[in-house]
């Protein structure tokens, strides 16, 4: 089963540990404000830059997009396949972003050969 997260099966067949349903946010400009998940264990609130914050208990998920469409705001309840190709968007962009990284750590000529090779393993370690 391994850890307590998602990937451990602990929520049951499904989708991840327990969630019932996600709903995309949007601004009264049309920018993306974040996800809001409804899990077994309450409301969560993902922002859009990952981070994630437990609402208080006594917000209620019809309350919560209520607020957010009195304010000019949107929401959008996310398919199951919507959130497997953002994903699947996410995961393409870390590969990017470490492949890029990885090639200026190389290319970095103020760094002796032992801090390149650390710094280069340092970068490995953290993406497991």
Known sequence: MGGRGAISGAGGSGGGAGIKSTY?????EGRDM?????????????????????LPPETTLQGYLDRVTQT???????????LKAEAKKNADYRK????????????????????????????????R
């Open 24 to 28: 995309s946010l949007t601004d009264y």
């Open 34 to 54: 974040g996800r809001l998940v409804e899990t077994n264990n309450g409301l969560f609130f993902q922002s859009s830059t990952g981070r994630i914050s437990e």
């Open 72 to 82: 000019g705001g949107t929401t959008h309840k996310m398919t199951q396949k919507e």
């Open 96 to 127: 990017e972003i470490d492949a890029f990284l990885d090639k200026e750590t190389a290319n970095n000529k103020s760094l002796s050969k032992g801090s390149k090779m650390s710094a280069k393993g340092n970068r490995a370690n953290r993406r």
